[in-house]
């Protein structure tokens, strides 16, 4: 993958390429970016920059990967680009090593993943997933753990981890000498889902063999052990813009525009989110909410209990589209109840919003956002859908109860 194949991020490639080429690099890169943002694809074209192996007509192969900064007045060599002189902007994507980076089956990039147990008393290891893994990476560079788990689970309420034996297998690999290229390189996917077995790999972390790179990916820093978050380099991978997302629905989903507008406004700068959205672009969520609202305000119990049968009967995907666009509402309320406007509204969404005013202040929706984050979370979690949202129903009636002076149309 190369950094051309990447949606937006130009400062965070710039500040990738500018720390190689002046060896600024740390041994170890912490990656931080919340779900959707590319964080993924940036360490895999950042991994196939690195390997990139043409070489300059004099055959010399660069400065080492980790030194001391060069003069601010030097020229930069970057490593075996054609003529030494300018660092290149990209990859050549079409060497050797190119190659086997973008087929993730380049010897010298190891990669680290959680895992599951399909069978009593086995100990996975990534290596064990790795056909899979390179699957995932071709058909969702840009999902999360969640895909990934369904992906490779062998039973429900699987859940990922990044073990011990995978943490002794890290270190084994990384002791061998590079086949390829000069250097070595682990991309490890969320460290997140590595208990205190992560310890194992301080050492190795602090004190590398020459020339390896430790690339750690996480979607929450405070859930990833301290003591290997102190030894890392942060890079903070910003959430995309929403022109940005726009643009590579239309481009490379061939998305319609005005459905590519849309979800992109709804999709909080995730474009894992914004696929998933277009999927089910013709879903009437507006709808569904209305209907959920008036059950909670207006109809009662009955109206209630059937609107939750009907919800738990999709699927976890879908139900987490009806919570994030009934967060995107609430957003939209707040800006027009402090701004006068609703930039990210859409169509009858305005009205709508105006309508959430009447029945919520803003402490009650952002109450009633939080609500839905949490109910978000365990769904991931394969929360019993029906008991989710019955409790859900009964939070929001409570939450709102003060205020049932509009009812839904």
Same mark, same amino acid.
């Given at each position: ?280 672009? #013709? %879903?009437?969520?507006? =709808? ?5 609202? /008036? !059950?909670?305000? +207006?109809?009662?119990?009955? *109206?209630? $209990? ?63 956002? #939080? %609500?839905?984050?949490? =109910? ?5 979690? /394969? !929360?019993?859908? +029906?008991?989710?949202?019955? *409790?859900? $129903? ?16």
């Amino acid at each position: 993958m190369k950094f051309e194949d990447i949606i937006g991020q130009s400062e965070v490639k710039e500040q990738l390429k500018e720390l190689f080429n002046h060896n600024r690099l740390s041994h170890a890169l912490l990656f931080l970016g919340k779900e959707g943002n590319g964080a993924l694809p940036l360490a895999l074209a950042f991994a196939q920059y690195i390997v990139c192996t043409p070489k300059p007509p004099e055959g010399g192969l660069g400065p080492s990967l980790f030194g001391e900064p060069e003069p601010a007045t030097s020229n930069p060599v970057r490593p075996g680009h054609p003529g030494g002189q300018q660092p290149a902007a990209d990859s050549c994507g079409t060497c050797p090593a190119c190659i086997k980076a973008q087929q993730l089956i380049h010897p010298d990039i190891h990669f680290s993943y959680p895992t599951v147990t399909k069978k009593a008393g086995e100990k996975p290891i990534a290596t064990d997933f790795i056909v899979e893994w390179r699957e995932f990476v071709k058909l969702n560079p840009y999902g999360n753990l969640f895909d990934w788990i369904e992906m490779i689970k062998a039973k429900e309420n699987s859940q990922g981890k990044i073990t011990a034996e995978e943490c002794n297998d890290i270190i084994r690999k990384l002791s061998l000498k590079s086949f390829e290229s000069e250097y070595k390189i682990l991309i490890m996917w969320m460290p997140e889902e590595m208990d205190k077995e992560g310890n194992k790999l301080l050492k190795i972390i602090e004190e590398p063999p020459p020339n390896t790179l430790f690339i750690l990916i996480t979607e929450n820093e405070e859930l990833v052990l301290p003591t290997i978050v102190s030894r890392c380099q942060l890079i903070k991978i910003p959430a995309l813009e929403t022109k940005e997302i726009e643009e590579a629905l239309i481009s490379r989903n061939k998305t319609e525009v005005t459905i590519a507008r849309q979800v992109a406004r709804v999709s909080e700068g995730n474009y894992r989110e914004a696929l998933q959205l277009v999927q089910h672009a #013709e %879903e009437d969520w507006q =709808a569904l909410l209305r209907e959920w609202l /008036n !059950a909670i305000l +207006k109809t009662g119990p009955v *109206a209630q $209990t059937k609107w939750v049968e009907e919800i738990s009967r999709m699927g976890r995907e879908k139900q987490k589209q009806f919570l994030r666009y009934f967060n995107h509402l609430l957003e939209q309320a707040i800006h027009l109840r402090t701004t006068g406007d609703a930039p990210g509204a859409f169509g009858t969404e305005k009205d709508f919003a105006e309508r959430l005013n009447k029945i919520a202040g803003i402490e009650q929706q952002q109450a009633i956002i #939080e %609500e839905l984050d949490r =109910a978000s979370y365990y769904i991931e979690r /394969n !929360a019993h859908g +029906k008991m989710l949202f019955h *409790a859900l $129903t009964i939070k929001l009636y409570h939450i709102i109860q003060d205020k049932i002076v509009f009812l839904m149309e």
